[in-house]
């Protein structure tokens, strides 16, 4: 199919011919890179990508409910909360998308949906600040989402034995911990096989729920 | 290495949106903040579109659209998720939804729905992606 675009329209931004999906993209599966704030995640989904990695946004207001308000005086100011993503194509069918979500808690109700169904999660840490990351890996627990944990290698941060981490981290035994420099992408890609090597194992001990 | 968490059990239904820990930091005392998505995100046609469903133009902009309408036929001659969509036109997931919504219903575009986590799934799948990966 082809709809002649007309030279007359204003140029909107757009995918970059090299950019374009095939007529044949069926289906598309997401993974998402989580983790606390500055951990790595944008520059995580840029490393791997195949587009320039884009920004989706949702908006929600934050409504004060006075007891004492008049009708319509309520406050509203409006909060944006942006989401990088990136693509994979797998095969001329199936294409991969990676987001990088948010680390503040108190905004993931809007993208139930997203962790939902996404096939599984890479949870960044830093350990100079592990704890900026617990609050997402519980939100994954509640939900089911299966995960693994990468440790982002800054250069200046604390080198620990993965057992010890695990310990930190209070993970079951199966959950990998591997390390990642996320600036390079064999790296990501490497740690995004490993999530895929672990869900494949779940699948097969039929351990996905 | 101090910090030592606590790992969570799954829940067994999803919960509803959680209060804002910290919301209730510029209310007066007794006075609920709550947070919720501007344009609804529990509303029944949109619920059925993903950040990753893929959309295809059906046919060229009809006169009548109008210029957004006309925006996503252009950009989606070759499929394109709705998270491209919206980052492309600077529209707001729940807009960008809702967007879609009027265009399938005009039978302008066609969705092909992502596939999702499921309770049985599909190795094939996840050896797919994992080839797929190893030749990045
Ligand atoms: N030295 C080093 N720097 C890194 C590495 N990964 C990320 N950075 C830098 O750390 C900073 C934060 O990385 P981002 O990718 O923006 O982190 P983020 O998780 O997306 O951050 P937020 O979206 O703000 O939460 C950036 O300046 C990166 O260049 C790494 O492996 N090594
Ligand atoms: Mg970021």
Redesign the pocket.
């Known amino acids: 199919m082809d709809f002649n675009a007309s030279d007359a329209v204003p140029a909107i931004p757009g995918p970059r011919t090299e950019e374009r999906l095939p007529q044949t993209a069926q289906a598309a599966v997401k993974i998402v890179?989580v983790?606390?704030?500055?951990?790595?995640?944008?520059?995580?989904?840029?490393s791997v990508s195949e587009i320039r990695p884009l920004t989706t946004e949702e908006t929600m207001t934050q409504a004060g409910i006075g007891i004492d308000d008049n009708y319509g005086s309520e406050t509203k100011t409006a909060t944006t909360v942006?989401m990088?993503f990136g693509r994979i194509s797998i095969t001329e069918k199936l294409v991969l998308y990676l987001f990088?979500t948010?680390?503040q808690e108190r905004f993931w109700f809007l993208w139930n949906r997203l962790f939902e169904g996404a096939l599984g999660a890479v949870v960044?840490v830093d350990t100079r600040r592990l704890d900026v990351s617990f609050d997402v890996m519980g939100r994954l627990e509640e939900r089911g989402v299966p995960f693994i944990v990468a440790v982002?290698?800054?250069?200046?941060a604390p080198r620990h034995p993965v057992e010890e981490l695990r310990g930190a981290l209070d993970l079951a035994p199966e959950i990998p911990i591997v390390e990642?420099?996320?600036?390079?992408r064999a790296s990501s890609r490497d740690t995004l096989l490993t999530l895929m090597h672990f869900l494949h194992s779940l699948a097969r001990s039929g351990a996905l729920t | 290495m101090t910090p030592r968490r606590k790992r969570r059990l799954p829940q067994e239904a999803p919960s509803p949106p959680p209060l804002a820990p910290d919301a209730g930091e510029e209310a007066e005392a007794g006075s609920p903040e709550r947070l919720y998505a501007v344009t609804g995100l529990h509303d029944g046609g949109r619920a059925q579109l993903d950040l990753v469903t893929l959309i295809v133009a059906r046919s060229a902009p009809p006169p009548s659209g109008t210029p957004e309408q006309a925006a996503v036929l252009r950009l989606c001659s070759a499929p394109l998720s709705v998270a491209e969509l919206s980052a492309y036109l600077d529209l707001p997931f729940s807009a960008m939804t809702a967007l879609i919504t009027e265009l399938i219903g005009a039978d302008l575009v066609q969705a092909r729905a992502p596939i999702v986590r499921q309770a049985l799934p599909d190795r094939t799948l996840l050896e797919a992606v994992m080839h797929g990966l190893q030749r990045l």
Request: net charge neutral; glycine share 24%.
């Open positions: 890179i983790g606390g704030f500055g951990v790595g995640k944008t520059t995580m989904v840029g942006a990088d990088g948010p680390g960044l982002n290698s800054f250069p200046d990642c420099d996320v600036r390079r």
